[in-house]
T-cell receptor
Framework: EADIYQTPRYLVIGTGKKITLECSQTMGHDKMYWYQQDPGMELHLIHYSYGVNSTEKGDLSSESTVSRIRTEHFPLTLESARPSHTSQYLC?????????FGPGTRLTVL | GEDVEQSLFLSVREGDSSVINCTYTDSSSTYLYWYKQEPGAGLQLLTYIFSNMDMKQDQRLTVLLNKKDKHLSLRIADTQTGDSAIYFCAEIPAVAGTALIFGKGTTLSVSS
C-alpha cells in the first residue's frame, strides 16, 4: 500500500483567501506531481518535481505555486483563491514505473 | 501532441466480462497504465504494461496491447458491483519525462 497523504481532504473558502494544500509521502520518492481534476473527471498535470529544489510547471496553466524543500513534502499554494480554482487536486509520487496517488483535496471557492 | 482517448461509459451486468478500450497517439510510449477511481477517492493503480508486451494478466484483469493500432484494453472477468468506478487509461510519452498523460476516463456501471 502506497503511503501518500493529502490534507485537507475537503476545503470550502471565500474568494481572495490564501491556501496551501499539503502533500506528503513516506516512500522516499524523488518524483512528485500535482494534477487538477475537473468536474468532467479529466486530469491535467499542473506541477511536478524531480527532486529537492526542483519544480516545473505542467501542461495546464495554473495560478498556483509549489515548493520542494524536503523530499517527502510537496505543498501547493494559491495566493488568492477564485471560484475558477474550484476543483479536485490530486498529488502523486513515483520512483521508477509506478505512480501512486493520494486521496485528493476537493477545493470549493465561493 | 500526445492524446489518449476512451469511451465515456460502459454498463454491464454482474458476472459478465467488461472490456474498456483506449487508444493513444504516441507510438514511442514506454509504459501504459490502468487506474481505478472510486467516488471521492484518489486514483488506484490497477496494472501497467510495458510497450514491448502484448498481454498481461493479473487475477481478474487482462490487459491487451496492440502497438500497431495503438490500442489498449482492460478486460475485467466476472465483473462485480464493487468494480463500479471510473477507469483511466494513461501513458508515459517517451519525450515527457515521467508525468502521465490520462484519458478522460470510462465510467463502468455494474448492475446486479
Amino acid at each position: 500500500e502506497a503511503d501518500i497523504y493529502q490534507t485537507p481532504r475537503y476545503l470550502v473558502i471565500g474568494t481572495g483567501k490564501k491556501i496551501t494544500l499539503e502533500c506528503s509521502q513516506t516512500m522516499g520518492h524523488d518524483k512528485m506531481y500535482w494534477y487538477q481534476q475537473d468536474p468532467g473527471m479529466e486530469l491535467h498535470l499542473i506541477h511536478y518535481s524531480y527532486g529537492v529544489n526542483s519544480t516545473e510547471k505542467g501542461d495546464l496553466s495554473s495560478e498556483s505555486t509549489v515548493s520542494r524543500i524536503r523530499t517527502e513534502h510537496f505543498p501547493l499554494t494559491l495566493e488568492s483563491a477564485r471560484p475558477s480554482h474550484t476543483s479536485q487536486y490530486l498529488c502523486a509520487s513515483s520512483e521508477l514505473i509506478e505512480q501512486f496517488f493520494g486521496p485528493g483535496t476537493r477545493l470549493t471557492v465561493l | 501532441g500526445e492524446d489518449v482517448e476512451q469511451s465515456l461509459f460502459l454498463s454491464v451486468r454482474e458476472g459478465d466480462s467488461s472490456v474498456i478500450n483506449c487508444t493513444y497517439t504516441d507510438s514511442s510510449s514506454t509504459y501504459l497504465y490502468w487506474y481505478k477511481q472510486e467516488p471521492g477517492a484518489g486514483l488506484q493503480l490497477l496494472t501497467y504494461i510495458f510497450s514491448n508486451m502484448d498481454m498481461k494478466q493479473d487475477q481478474r484483469l487482462t490487459v491487451l496491447l496492440n502497438k500497431k493500432d495503438k490500442h489498449l484494453s482492460l478486460r475485467i472477468a466476472d465483473t462485480q458491483t464493487g468494480d463500479s468506478a471510473i477507469y483511466f487509461c494513461a501513458e508515459i510519452p517517451a519525450v515527457a519525462g515521467t508525468a502521465l498523460i490520462f484519458g478522460k476516463g470510462t465510467t463502468l456501471s455494474v448492475s446486479s
